[in-house]
């Protein structure tokens, strides 16, 4: 689901596999547009083709080279965009891990231009919220997911053991979210605050 420019390389193809490392890759997508004001190469995704006509798999580090290039090794955000960008959603960051990146980017990028970074942390907390929203739109889809489950009396007990637990691990993953969105916001309002001073 998505655009597809933004999507990650698993979510692509017959076997796609969702979860919110997703979210990371378009996270990451977009924070490269934001910094070098380009939106992506419209390319298939994840594949090249060959002068002899074949197709071949390349990363999407690699396939996103030119933007890359146009941000430039030593930019600031150039580390947390490649780790966003990784082909395998395990070694992308977790939604705090970019928090806190962006926290400290947000230091180093406000003594250069205060205005357009409080830009940028708007349209990540933006997205920061459309993450929450769709995580609570899995959790409702867990809920009906039990009330079907509940007509089914064999293996039932074990059923409910997984839903609650997925349900638990929506919670954590929810009140994660709500954490970094209080500090986001409470970052916008400092910055602000220091911008009138």
Sequence with gaps: PGTPLYMAPESVGENAVYGLSLDIFSLGVIILAEFVDLHPEPTQAGVVQLQ????????????????????????????????????????RPSARQVHMSLIELSGARRQKN?????????????????????????????????????????GLRAIEDNVAAIRQQLDQQQQQQRDVLDVQRQRQVDLQYQMKL
């Design 52 to 91: 002899n006509g074949t197709q071949q798999a390349i990363s999407e580090v690699q396939r996103r080279r030119g933007d890359l290039m146009r941000l430039g090794g030593k930019h600031p955000a150039a580390n947390l965009i490649l780790a966003c960008l990784q082909d395998n959603p395990e070694l």
């Design 114 to 154: 205060a205005a357009s970074l409080n830009e940028v942390c708007s349209t990540i907390t933006q997205l920061l919220e459309a993450v929450l929203e769709g995580m609570q739109s899995q959790a409702a889809a867990v809920a009906q997911l039990t009330a079907r489950v509940t007509t089914n009396e064999h």
